[in-house]
Nanobody
């Protein structure tokens, strides 16, 4: 059974930082593209950031550019999302996802594996 488990969410004041982590249960995920999505209450799940399987390429949605950084440690089978200068509009459940591709997809239906999500709440 392949699983992704997120951690690191919590409550933080605006301007603060959080670091999310997503650990994969099996080694083949080291060759998968990884991404973070988020879903705010009453809204659709949206793309946040993606990283290629080598870690050499990254892509971000415009609203988080310059504030969020996606990275991965294949030795630990883990992908991270460093979130700085957080805003109340960043409040959402954050999900990690994995896709067996060399590209960096941004659509939900291009990802085969999902974590259970971790709540991030940013207070004003």
């Amino acid at each position: 059974q392949v699983t992704l488990v997120e951690s690191g969410g919590g409550l933080v004041q605006a301007g603060g930082s959080l670091r999310l982590a997503c650990a994969a249960s099996t080694r083949p995920f080291n060759t998968y593209a990884k991404a973070w999505f988020r879903q705010a209450p009453g809204k659709e799940r949206e793309f946040v950031a993606a990283i290629s399987w080598t870690g050499g390429n990254t892509y971000y949605t415009d609203s988080v550019k310059g504030r969020f950084t996606i990275s991965r440690d294949n030795a630990k089978n883990t992908v991270y999302l460093q979130m700085n200068s957080l805003k109340p509009e960043d409040t959402a459940v954050y999900y990690c996802a994995a896709s067996p591709t060399v590209t960096m997809p941004t659509r939900l239906d291009e990802y085969d594996y999902w974590g259970q999500g971790t709540q991030v709440t940013v207070s004003s």
